[in-house]
């Protein structure tokens, strides 16, 4: 059985991650459509320059989140080392199962969890910290291809909005066109992160569209 591109990209990056990165890169490009479409009956439509932002946005904020990923992937792993270092440095048993306790609180977790079912895992972590040996804290190979995986993925949101644009003489349609496409994308962004996460599809699709739309339009007014 051959797998394809998502399950590859699923298997590199969180899929509630890679959904996200593409919804911000929806954004991004219909901030600049939809913005050229606002002024184009003051100023004319020019769709190479048109093309040329948008694709520029879209790769220059691939890279942007391509290295916050990064940083914040060594801020966690570097997090999680310290707390590995004091838990061994905890004067007490007590006061090493309070951090862990903190760190990793079951009142965030989807279930109702016991009192003594909680100080039982906290207890099986504290048996597993105290007998393992720290490691640095470095950038993996999976880590670098999820980088580059949140780079592609924001940057390939622009190739529906200009596409549009090499098949389309007329450029007022083929904005339209474009804007319609990207729209459509956001739905399906919406239903694919329903169907991830069990949620409910359609309603989700929906909700997306318009929170994408919402978002545009806060970017478009505050000159984004």
């Given at each position: 059985m051959t797998s394809n591109p998502i399950d590859h990209i699923t298997d590199i990056i969180d899929p509630g991650d890679a959904l996200g990165e593409v919804l911000f890169?929806?954004?991004?490009?219909?901030?600049?459509?939809?913005?050229?479409?606002?002024?184009?009956n003051e100023e004319g439509l020019d769709t190479q320059e048109l093309i040329a932002a948008t694709i520029g946005c879209n790769l220059a904020w691939g890279i942007i989140d391509a290295v916050l990923f990064v940083l914040g992937t060594t801020f966690y792993k570097s997090r999680r080392l310290r707390l590995f270092r004091q838990i061994k440095a905890a004067g007490s048993e007590t006061a090493a199962l309070e951090m862990l306790a903190k760190e990793f609180p079951i009142e965030e977790a989807p279930f109702s969890a016991k009192a003594g079912d909680a100080d039982a895992l906290y207890r099986s972590l504290l048996t597993l910290a105290c007998r393992a040996d720290p490691v640095k804290a470095s950038l993996s190979k999976g880590d670098l291809l999820a980088a580059i995986a949140v780079f592609a993925l924001v940057s390939a949101t622009s190739i529906p909005a200009v596409i549009p644009f090499f098949f389309i003489d007329n450029a007022h349609l083929a904005l339209r066109t474009s804007n319609l496409f990207l729209i459509m994308l956001l739905f399906v962004t919406g239903y694919a992160w329903a169907k991830l996460s069990g949620g409910r599809p359609f309603y989700a699709g929906m909700t997306m569209t318009g929170l994408g739309l919402v978002l545009v339009s806060i970017a478009i007014a505050l000159g984004g």
């Open positions: 890169g929806l954004i991004m490009a219909l901030t600049f459509t939809v913005g050229a479409r606002l002024v184009v």
